[in-house]
């Protein structure tokens, strides 16, 4: 009975590691992304906390631009927000940037852009709103080259996803 219910509870431990998935979203690129430019109005400010990898070379000089947006259209735009003169995006540092733009509901979605050849690893984008509780996106991974990269948790609304750059 003893050696029974022992291959039971084993047969049970290797049935439901092989079912187990990630429930932790990762970053997809996305090859259509619509930047809605025209609406950056400067209605409401962001800061946005961008944390890079120790494991990210040392410094980049790529282009780095970022959208962020709600599931009701509402998005913010920033086409460049790297300055290599200030030392932005070093390895083991936190880059904070103030962004002005539209006032969102809750940001559900992020997508950075790195156009270069220096690559870029990314632990974390957290996205601060006057009237939205702190969104923090993990990538923990190298931003592709010419792409728009992140997540969109918006859970089947419409986050701007039709045309490119």
């Known amino acids: 009975?003893?050696?029974a219910v022992t291959f039971l509870l084993h047969f049970a431990f290797i049935f439901s590691t092989i079912q187990a998935r990630s429930i932790i979203p990762q970053p997809q690129a996305l090859r259509s992304f619509k930047v809605?430019?025209?609406?950056?109005?400067?209605?409401c400010s962001y800061s946005v906390s961008i944390k890079t990898s120790c494991s990210s070379p040392r410094y980049t000089r790529d282009?780095?631009?970022?959208?962020?947006?709600?599931?009701?259209?509402?998005?913010?735009?920033?086409?460049?927000i790297d300055?290599?003169?200030?030392?932005?995006?070093?390895?083991?540092?936190t880059d904070t940037f103030q962004i002005s733009g539209p006032c969102t509901y809750q940001v559900c979605y992020v997508y950075l852009y790195r156009s270069g050849y220096d690559g870029w690893l990314?632990?974390?984008v957290t996205i601060y709103g006057?009237?939205?509780?702190?969104?923090?996106f993990y990538y923990?991974?190298?931003?592709?080259?010419?792409?728009?990269?992140?997540?969109?948790?918006?859970?089947?609304?419409?986050?701007?996803?039709?045309s490119s750059m």
Request: proline share 4%.
């Open 36 to 43: 809605n430019d025209t609406q950056n109005v400067g209605s």
């Open 1 to 3: 009975m003893k050696a």
């Open 140 to 162: 923990n991974a190298y931003i592709p080259s010419d792409i728009w990269f992140g997540f969109n948790l918006c859970h089947g609304a419409s986050a701007s996803s039709t």
């Open 63 to 80: 282009q780095i631009s970022i959208a962020f947006g709600d599931a009701y259209g509402y998005q913010v735009y920033a086409p460049r």
């Open 122 to 124: 990314v632990d974390t």
């Open 83 to 93: 300055n290599p003169r200030s030392r932005a995006f070093e390895s083991c540092s």
């Open 130 to 136: 006057h009237y939205t509780k702190a969104a923090t």
